[in-house]
């Protein structure tokens, strides 16, 4: 009875927390975002009610009733809040029209993200700008028309999102037309000017009224990166304690599948660019390498439009039958436990290259090198072999300066929907 009663208030806090807002404010938000709010409000939760019965007298609550109340809490809150976003997501009424303002590069830029990306629930409809660019035969969407139309064509479209590219009109036209948006209930996201150095965990400040984005300086400190190593060491430990039947097994079907050895050994290039080999299963014809230029026509990076830095075959012909499972689900990646252990390797953290592709890797980008390359990271929750080699180096170098423990915590939790194509937001 004392617990229905304090049902409201438990509503009202977890409101406080942001825990009812955030979806709509933030498209890549998940259920690992929350986290951190849920287990705070809980735990204060929990023992506001411990306080509330001793003092009143209302109820005799046994601290390990309490205790087992929390984590039970903790867990049925993130679950059902996960399953809530994952029928949620999938109604046609999640999906935000959307409008592009600038269709410049970096206009261009945000709507091909958004539609290769559906499961952020944004349809973009097109771009508003005054002097748009010349765009590629490739673009799906159009310029709708010039700032002055926005507010119309926000009705027209039925717009609930307008997101702000680096409009080539004027700054008054463009700041206007945006304050008007918020009478029309639309959210309204801003590209940063240098995007590319701000990532998630920038935070924003002030100064008399004016907004800062508050990069922090490149680098780790001694106890972060014994923290970050700590962490390897128990993940890793405990992944290869639970795993290791599976290991025997994967490797015992290897051996059977195809002739060759089970593991699959390659030179990697990690931390201030010292050279490692990383351990997979292997997943392709013992041969593999020395055919690589038979089928190097094949990569669908090749071409005017390509991009020669990167190599990737659909239906390669050389993978073998079980690997091709073992690469849908990422069992092949595993054996990098052991990476993790020697400390070639981190649990999250940069994309391990091969040496054709890191000659590629120059000035700026060399910054990905001051922490160790990962099995995950954020080119795995977004997009894996979908990102090209450009954003892959801007996210690797966006990760390394903007690390946290939190963050990895974060990626590490949102690696396995996205594994199995949920794109680690639910």
Same mark, same amino acid.
């Given at each position: 009875?004392?617990?229905?009663?304090?049902?409201?208030?438990?509503?009202?806090?977890?409101?406080?927390?942001?825990?009812?807002?955030?979806?709509?404010?933030?498209?890549?938000?998940?259920?690992?975002?929350?986290?951190?709010?849920?287990?705070?409000?809980?735990?204060?939760?929990?023992?506001?009610?411990?306080?509330?019965?001793?003092?009143?007298?209302?109820?005799?609550?046994?601290?390990?009733?309490?205790?087992?109340?929390?984590?039970?809490?903790?867990?049925?809150?993130?679950?059902?809040?996960?399953?809530?976003?994952?029928?949620?997501?999938?109604?046609?009424?999640?999906?935000?029209?959307?409008?592009?303002?600038?269709? *410049?590069?970096?206009?261009?830029?945000?709507?091909?993200?958004?539609?290769?990306?559906?499961?952020?629930?944004?349809?973009?409809?097109?771009?508003?700008?005054?002097?748009?660019?010349?765009?590629?035969?490739?673009?799906?969407?159009?310029?709708?028309?010039?700032?002055?139309?926005?507010?119309?064509?926000?009705?027209?479209?039925?717009?609930?999102?307008?997101?702000?590219?680096?409009?080539?009109?004027?700054?008054?036209?463009?700041?206007?037309?945006?304050?008007?948006?918020?009478?029309?209930?639309?959210?309204?996201?801003?590209?940063?000017?240098?995007?590319?150095?701000? *990532?998630?965990?920038?935070?924003?400040?002030?100064?008399?009224?004016?907004?800062?984005?508050?990069?922090?300086?490149?680098?780790?400190?001694?106890?972060?990166?014994?923290?970050?190593?700590?962490?390897?060491?128990?993940?890793?430990?405990?992944?290869?304690?639970?795993?290791?039947?599976?290991?025997?097994?994967?490797?015992?079907?290897?051996?059977?599948?195809?002739?060759?050895?089970?593991?699959?050994?390659?030179?990697?290039?990690?931390?201030?660019?010292?050279?490692?080999?990383?351990?997979?299963?292997?997943?392709?014809?013992?041969?593999?390498?020395?055919?690589?230029?038979?089928?190097?026509?094949?990569?669908?990076?090749?071409?005017?439009?390509?991009?020669?830095?990167?190599?990737?075959?659909?239906?390669?012909?050389?993978?073998?039958?079980?690997?091709?499972?073992?690469?849908?689900?990422?069992?092949?990646?595993?054996?990098?436990?052991?990476?993790?252990?020697?400390?070639?390797?981190?649990?999250?953290?940069?994309?391990?290259?091969?040496?054709?592709?890191?000659?590629?890797?120059?000035?700026?980008?060399?910054?990905?090198?001051?922490?160790?390359?990962?099995?995950?990271?954020?080119?795995?929750?977004?997009?894996?072999?979908?990102?090209?080699?450009?954003?892959?180096?801007?996210?690797?170098?966006?990760?390394?300066?903007?690390?946290?423990?939190?963050?990895?915590?974060?990626?590490?939790?949102?690696?396995?929907?996205?594994?199995?194509?949920?794109?680690?937001?639910?």
């Amino acid at each position: 009875m004392l617990f229905a009663a304090t049902l409201p208030c438990w509503l009202v806090v977890a409101n406080l927390y942001g825990l009812y807002s955030r979806d709509a404010q933030r498209a890549d938000h998940s259920t690992a975002d929350d986290a951190p709010a849920v287990l705070n409000m809980t735990t204060l939760g929990a023992w506001l009610l411990y306080v509330l019965a001793r003092i009143t007298g209302a109820a005799d609550l046994e601290v390990p009733k309490l205790i087992a109340f929390w984590a039970a809490a903790i867990v049925a809150i993130l679950v059902s809040r996960a399953l809530a976003r994952l029928i949620t997501r999938r109604s046609i009424a999640f999906v935000q029209n959307s409008i592009i303002v600038g269709a *410049g590069s970096v206009g261009q830029l945000v709507g091909r993200k958004l539609l290769q990306h559906p499961e952020y629930g944004i349809n973009p409809v097109g771009f508003v700008d005054d002097h748009p660019e010349e765009r590629t035969h490739q673009d799906r969407l159009s310029v709708l028309g010039d700032t002055a139309q926005l507010p119309e064509l926000v009705r027209q479209f039925d717009v609930e999102r307008v997101i702000v590219a680096f409009n080539s009109g004027p700054y008054d036209s463009t700041l206007s037309a945006v304050r008007d948006l918020a009478d029309q209930g639309v959210q309204v996201d801003i590209v940063p000017r240098l995007y590319e150095v701000v *990532g998630a965990e920038t935070t924003v400040h002030a100064v008399e009224g004016l907004p800062l984005l508050s990069v922090p300086p490149p680098g780790l400190s001694w106890s972060k990166r014994g923290l970050k190593r700590a962490l390897d060491l128990v993940v890793a430990s405990a992944a290869l304690l639970v795993l290791g039947p599976l290991f025997g097994l994967v490797a015992l079907l290897i051996r059977f599948d195809s002739h060759g050895p089970a593991f699959f050994r390659q030179p990697r290039i990690g931390e201030n660019g010292r050279t490692f080999r990383i351990w997979k299963f292997r997943t392709m014809t013992a041969d593999a390498d020395e055919r690589k230029a038979d089928y190097a026509h094949l990569n669908i990076h090749d071409g005017p439009n390509g991009d020669p830095r990167m190599f990737k075959i659909h239906d390669d012909p050389r993978v073998t039958r079980l690997g091709r499972f073992l690469r849908r689900c990422s069992i092949d990646e595993l054996p990098q436990l052991f990476n993790v252990i020697r400390g070639d390797m981190s649990i999250v953290g940069p994309r391990p290259l091969i040496p054709d592709e890191h000659q590629y890797v120059t000035d700026w980008a060399e910054r990905r090198l001051a922490l160790r390359p990962g099995m995950t990271g954020l080119w795995q929750v977004l997009g894996r072999n979908g990102i090209g080699f450009d954003e892959m180096v801007r996210l690797d170098y966006v990760y390394v300066n903007t690390w946290s423990l939190w963050n990895d915590l974060r990626l590490m939790a949102r690696t396995v929907p996205a594994v199995f194509g949920a794109n680690g937001r639910f």
